[in-house]
């Protein structure tokens, strides 16, 4: 078992936490370190589980919704999975980020169940385990190749990672990813593995809303963002800046036609940064249809994933989502020529 295949996936980019890590005010910069010292860590452990992959697996039930919430109280990697506070079929309990956890997931579930007909992440059943209050104030969540892990958020700049559905629904779907193209979480092709998480997790947001494409409002972390921070979310795939010179996190960096694409090695090659532009491609396809997104541009886009590989680039991914598109609803189809013109406004 490759390393690569269960890379470690934070929702937090790490430039935001550059940012918040170069912050005058000192309490900013400590919880910027704190988490940017948790990915380091989380990368540590998910390296050596990756070599022994019987320590962190835990069995499933095959062909049913299977939720695991633990409890770390406070505690970091070493202690995964911690205390066992939520399971299937079990009532809420008082905390809302077991609750939140539990639900989302979920949802989630419920999602790749009804509209792809997919049983879990793995589409064999795959429990989803989550674990909740990662040390204190943690601003970050992982996906870290088995399961979901969740801080808190200090308050300030981020609230609990557990608040927001597409959240949950964005790190999840990097599971689904890990098990079907496994795209390598570098380059394009990792940008290509941020996309397809967003993609998803924003569509499980609408679908549980039940929101036409013009009605979605097309964000990501809109349910975590703080009350010192004047960003609305951290991504939108929507054309121009999630948020710009804000006074905590600068100016959102995610370009949205390639010619404005991150050339530079930072943040394993710009998978968080690049990824801005096939979501606004995926945006502006689903627009061009109409009606609800998981329907039609959701069907195009999850059969495109299954068809790429490992090292797929955007050029495979503009190839594959248009013969995808052209499989499903006919060559020069509406939805057909959606794609083909989507691709077309972002520089393909």
Same mark, same amino acid.
């Given at each position: 078992m490759s390393a690569r295949r269960f890379s470690l996936h934070c929702l937090i980019p790490p430039y935001i936490l550059d940012v918040l890590s170069k912050s005058e005010d000192p309490v900013?910069?400590?919880?910027?370190?704190?988490?940017?010292?948790? !990915?380091? /860590?989380?990368?540590?452990?998910?390296?050596?589980?990756?070599t022994m992959p019987e320590m962190a697996a835990i069995p499933s039930p095959a062909a049913r919704k299977h939720r695991l919430v633990y409890d770390l109280k406070g505690r970091n990697f070493s202690? *995964?999975? $911690?205390? *066992?506070?939520?399971?299937? $079929?079990? #009532?809420?309990?008082k905390d809302p980020a077991v609750n939140e956890a539990?639900?989302?997931?979920?949802? /989630?579930?419920d999602f790749y169940r009804d509209? =792809?007909?997919?049983? !879990?992440?793995?589409?064999?059943?795959?429990?989803?385990?989550? !674990?909740?209050?990662?040390?204190?104030?943690?601003n970050?969540?992982?996906?870290? $190749?088995?399961?979901?892990?969740? $801080?808190?958020?200090?308050?300030?700049?981020?609230?609990?990672f557990t608040n927001s559905l597409d959240v949950v629904g964005h790190e999840l779907s990097h599971g689904v990813v890990t098990h079907t193209c496994n795209l390598a979480y570098e380059g394009e092709s990792g940008a290509l593995n941020e996309h397809f998480a967003d993609a =998803?997790?924003?569509?499980?947001? @609408?679908?549980?809303?039940? @929101?036409?494409?013009?009605?979605?409002?097309?964000?990501i972390g809109?349910?975590?963002?703080?009350?010192?921070?004047?960003?609305?979310?951290?991504? /939108? =795939?929507?054309?121009?800046?999630?948020?710009?010179?804000?006074?905590?996190? #600068? /100016?959102?960096? @995610?370009?949205?036609?390639?010619?404005?694409?991150?050339k530079g090695s930072d943040d394993n090659g710009g998978v968080h940064i690049n990824s801005g532009i096939p979501n606004h491609a995926f945006y502006l396809t689903a627009r061009k249809i109409g009606g609800r997104p998981w329907l039609k541009a959701g069907r195009i886009w999850y059969r495109t994933l299954l068809n790429l590989t490992a090292r797929s680039r955007f050029e495979a991914m503009v190839e594959t989502s248009a013969t995808a598109a052209a499989a499903e609803f006919g060559r020069g189809s509406k939805e057909h020529k959606a794609v083909t013109a989507a691709w077309k406004e972002v520089g393909f």
């Open positions: 900013v910069r400590k919880q910027a370190v704190d988490a940017i010292e948790a !990915s380091a /860590t989380a990368r540590a452990v998910r390296a050596t589980l990756s202690a *995964l999975p $911690g205390k *066992l506070v939520r399971s299937e $079929g079990e #009532g809420p309990t539990y639900d989302h997931s979920g949802v /989630t579930y509209v =792809f007909k997919r049983n !879990s992440l793995d589409d064999k059943g795959m429990s989803l385990i989550s !674990s909740v209050h990662l040390l204190r104030k943690l970050n969540a992982f996906w870290n $190749g088995e399961q979901m892990v969740y $801080g808190d958020g200090d308050g300030r700049e981020f609230i609990r =998803f997790g924003v569509m499980v947001k @609408q679908w549980k809303l039940g @929101q036409t494409a013009a009605r979605a409002d097309w964000l809109a349910g975590i963002m703080g009350p010192k921070t004047k960003a609305k979310s951290l991504r /939108t =795939f929507k054309a121009g800046k999630a948020y710009e010179n804000d006074p905590i996190l #600068g /100016t959102d960096p @995610q370009p949205k036609h390639l010619k404005d694409r991150y």
